[in-house]
């Protein structure tokens, strides 16, 4: 069973940075692809960015590319996501979850998220 726990959420100004951390209680965290997806107040939850077992491809939702980038450290069971160039639109819930794809019904474990709100 994989637990997640994301964490690195909070207060920025817009184009500001944060990163966001997410590690796995599971031995085999390589085995997974990895995701994270956001929800904004009001909104349906989307995808925003993907990475590989391996963490040699990486994948982006056009409304972070070129802002976000998405990382791993498989020796220490956790995904990164560095986010530059805030903007107030990306105030949401962010999650991580496990899967690849670009729709939330490709992942299947979730944390509970990390808030994220950014002040214009």
Not at 38 to 60: C, D, F, L, N, V
Not at 102 to 112: E, I
Request: net charge neutral; hydrophobic share 30%; with cysteine.
């Amino acid at each position: 069973q994989v637990q997640l726990v994301e964490s690195g959420g909070g207060l920025a100004q817009a184009g500001g940075s944060l990163r966001l951390s997410c590690t796995a209680s599971v031995r085999t965290f390589s085995e997974y692809a990895m995701g994270w997806l956001r929800q904004a107040p009001g909104k349906e939850r989307e995808w925003i960015a993907a990475i590989t077992w391996a963490g040699g491809s990486t994948y982006y939702a056009e409304s972070v590319e070129g802002r976000f980038t998405i990382s791993r450290d498989n020796a220490k069971n956790t995904v990164y996501l560095q986010m530059n160039s805030l903007k107030p639109e990306d105030t949401a819930v962010y999650y991580c979850a496990t899967g690849l794809g670009n729709r939330p019904q490709d992942y299947d474990r979730w944390g509970q998220g990390t808030q994220v709100t950014v002040s214009s």
